[in-house]
C-alpha cells in the first residue's frame, strides 16, 4: 500500500500570503476547518470540522516544525489513536508559490482501514487544495 499522499500546486500568490493561510488560525478556519492553531513547534492544535449527520470530527496533533515555509504537524483524527504527519513546504517561483503537501504514515492505521483512510485523506486533501486555491483568489480580489 502507497503510505504517502504527496500533492502540488503552484498559486499565483506571494509565499507570504500562502504561508499566512495555511499556519494562521483565523485564515485556516476561513477556507479549511475551525482550528485552534499557532505555527510554533510544540504547539497541541485542534481543528474540528462543522456539525453534519455523522456529527463533528476533531483532529489534534503537534506541530513539529514551523519554520518558514516549512509546517509539519503530527495528525490523529478523534477517537483512533493513529499517528500521521502532515508535511505543507513552500517554494518562491516565478510568478507565485509552489505549495508540496504530504501527508504520511497512512500505513498506520491497521489492514482495510489504512486503504479507506488513505482514499478518504487523498480525496480530502483534493478539496483542500481547491479550497485554498479560491480562498486566496477571494483575499486577493477582496484586497
Known sequence: MNDTI???KVFNHPIEK????ISKAEEISAWFIKADFKAEQGYNYTFTSEPN????TTISGEVK???PYVLIYTWIVADTKVETTVSWTLESVEGGTKLH???SG???YSGETAIA???SFNGGWDNCISELSSYL???INAG
Open 18 to 21: 500562502v504561508w499566512d493561510a
Open 101 to 103: 503537501l504530504e501527508h
Open 53 to 56: 449527520e455523522k456529527g463533528c
Open 65 to 67: 516544525n514551523a519554520n
Open 6 to 8: 504527496s500533492k502540488e
Open 106 to 108: 497512512i500505513s498506520n
Open 137 to 139: 483568489k477571494n483575499l
Open 117 to 119: 483512510m488513505f482514499e
